[in-house]
């Protein structure tokens, strides 16, 4: 088989691809640990804005739908105080979640969840537990959070 004559132009050609290819791979390598130490805090940032914004539509939620039975920011009323201590740190988000959504069956404590025949997504279902666990923090020690305040 003949030889094929060299080709400058074409040699020049694939020089400048396979430097530009060492280039382009050098940046990609410079670029993923900029990255790995951008993104946690990009992602912190976001999630702490998205749990902001839970929690204030939880607590206008909780104005419409709740108040009447459990007071003013969950402090109790013909219901239990959910703004307790001892409400919140027994209960798990999950267990919060469930009983705004499937209520609590002999007692007037419905089921707010779409697919119970309640008026919430699950979306605002979230909201409202976010928005109740917000409250833990300076949450009151009130061992009688179960009764209802006259």
Do not use: K
Request: net charge negative; hydrophobic share 40%.
């Amino acid at each position: 088989m003949p030889q094929r004559r060299a080709d400058p132009h074409l040699e020049a050609s694939t020089n400048r691809w396979m430097v530009g290819g060492v280039v382009l791979m050098a940046l990609l390598v410079l670029a993923f640990p900029a990255y790995r130490l951008y993104e946690p805090g990009a992602r912190a940032a976001t999630r702490d804005a998205h749990q902001a914004s839970l929690v204030e539509q939880g607590g206008r939620l909780f104005e419409i739908q709740c108040t009447g039975c459990h007071g003013l920011q969950g402090r109790g009323g013909s219901a239990p105080a959910l703004n307790s201590q001892q409400f919140l740190t027994g209960a798990s988000d999950a267990q919060i979640s469930s009983l705004i959504a499937v209520g609590i069956p002999g007692s007037p404590m419905a089921a707010y969840s779409l697919d119970h025949g309640g008026p919430l997504t699950s979306e605002q279902i979230e909201s409202l537990a976010v928005f109740l666990r917000s409250l833990e923090a300076d949450a009151p020690d009130n061992p009688d959070w179960r009764t209802p305040q006259p």
